[in-house]
């Protein structure tokens, strides 16, 4: 009777994991995108133009608890202005020679009705500049997986929240006279992910 259990777990752990549904993050095909308020009256973009990532999901529709692990180039940011993108690797900011890696990976992720059927909650740890602090997201993903022209499936998600630059050391700023700094202090994200499932 004992074998007889211990083989049946050991049966269900292998369906279990081969249920399990591996994808990559396709870059050609997503944005890793921030926006912040610049002088009070307006909001300045960018993104991060070299990135990868890795999720595992239980299923092709269901991606609670999935394993996400992401990592962007610091120095791949991109403001569409030279200038100001020296100024962001630098110390001031990410002191990208010194930190070259932002990470992010998941500690949880619940589905959220409320927020929309295909709605998530996704926490996890984002660490920049050396420094690790918790974050919570909202992830909304599309409507059904789709197969493209090459018999690859798609799923994609429009992930959003915010955080504060100052927890991570990124704490330049200028006063303006009139009141106010040259650049707000919370950083608005919004990324555009789309994965396609390993074979």
């Known amino acids: 009777m004992k074998k007889l259990i211990l083989s049946a777990a050991v049966a269900l752990s292998a369906i279990t994991v081969t249920a399990q549904t591996n994808w990559k993050l396709d870059a050609s095909h997503s944005k890793l995108g921030f926006s912040v308020t610049h002088m009070m009256v307006s909001e300045t973009e960018g993104k991060f133009k070299i990135y990868e ?60 009705p409320k927020k929309g059927k295909t709605a998530y909650d996704l926490e996890g740890d984002l660490t920049m500049k050396g420094v690790t602090k918790k974050v919570k ?3 909304i993903g599309a409507s059904k997986v789709v197969n493209d022209p090459w018999g690859n499936a798609r799923y994609g998600f429009k992930v959003m929240g915010t955080l504060n ?23 608005k994200i919004d990324l555009n992910i789309e994965l396609t499932k390993e074979k």
């Open 53 to 112: 990532g890795k999720v595992t999901s239980k299923s092709e529709t269901d991606f609670s608890n999935a394993t996400i692990d992401f990592t962007a180039d610091a120095a791949s940011i991109n403001t569409e202005d030279e200038k100001r993108d020296g100024h962001l690797k630098s110390a001031e900011f990410f002191d990208a020679e010194k930190y070259p890696k932002i990470t992010f990976k998941a500690t949880s992720m619940k589905a959220n």
């Open 137 to 139: 997201l909202t992830a």
């Open 165 to 187: 630059r100052k927890d991570y050391g990124l704490n330049w700023n200028a006063a303006l006279e009139a009141g106010g700094v040259a650049v707000s202090e919370e950083v």
